[in-house]
């Protein structure tokens, strides 16, 4: 599956979490959400021992894969690996349907080993940086990355609201991939997961995301067309189509 566009051939990709999303009918959920404009599923895993929060595994992930479905194909499912170590759940991730795992590097001692993991199990892959982590990992794992992904928030739990300095975090992680890209023509995506609203989402754009995690945002509304609409309406107003 190509991540480089979203499904409806874009350049924008929304991704919800169903972190906050209603636990008692996740399929219908999942379904909702899809149906509703999204273009991805963005799976939440944390493990009460990386961050103070305990979530979703591998079996739910396998329970909705047969419901995330776009247009009659199925839809991406992008699983955030929130837990340390990270290689044991790699391949059960890989085996539930997901289609891209990304990981933070503080939870893995050897990055580049991850990174080929996931990539042998079929899955595209990406790397995740917290709002105070360095960015010295991306000097390394350019070639085997799929998607960067930054926190705009501290990973942990849902609701939070963006940290304003995650801006300049996201203007330099794009001149990077965009010099990476001149140079080798590979194409990284930049996604941004942590209090993305519709009233922020042109800015993170304007900075040089791609890929849009919302989660209380969307879910927390009763209607998710509405809201992804007016997020789809604040990025083609932003001029950056």
Not at 64 to 79: E, L, N, Q, S, W
Not at 130 to 140: G, I, R, S, V, W
Not at 159 to 171: A, D, Y
Request: proline residues 6%; glycine residues 8%; hydrophobic residues 45%.
């Amino acid at each position: 599956m190509d991540i480089q566009k979203s499904p409806s051939n874009t350049q924008f990709v929304i991704a919800p979490s169903i972190l906050s999303a209603d636990f008692a009918c996740l399929g219908k959920e999942v379904q909702d959400v899809l149906l509703a404009g999204a273009d991805w599923i963005h799976f939440d895993v944390m493990d009460n021992h990386y961050v103070p929060n305990l979530t979703i595994g591998p079996l739910v992930c396998e329970a909705i894969r047969p419901h995330a479905t776009k247009d009659g194909k199925p839809a991406m499912i992008d699983v955030h690996l929130m837990v340390e170590p990270v290689d044991r759940l790699v391949p059960d991730f890989a085996k539930a349907g997901a289609n891209l795992i990304s990981f933070h590097p503080e939870a893995s001692p050897h990055v580049n080993r991850t990174l080929n993991l996931i990539r042998d199990q079929g899955c595209q892959a990406g790397l995740v940086f917290n709002p105070a982590t360095p960015l010295d990992h991306l000097d390394h794992t350019l070639d085997l990355l799929d998607l960067v992904l930054l926190m705009s928030v501290n990973p942990g739990f849902g609701g939070q609201s963006f940290i304003p300095s995650t801006l300049n975090k996201i203007t330099q992680v794009r001149a990077r991939l965009d010099r990476y890209q001149a140079e080798t023509g590979r194409y990284i995506r930049l996604e941004v997961d942590g209090g993305i609203k519709v009233d922020n989402i042109a800015q993170v754009a304007k900075a040089g995301a791609d890929t849009f995690v919302a989660g209380s945002a969307i879910f927390g509304n009763k209607s998710y067309g509405t809201v992804i609409d007016a997020m789809r309406t604040e990025l083609a107003n932003s001029g950056i189509a």
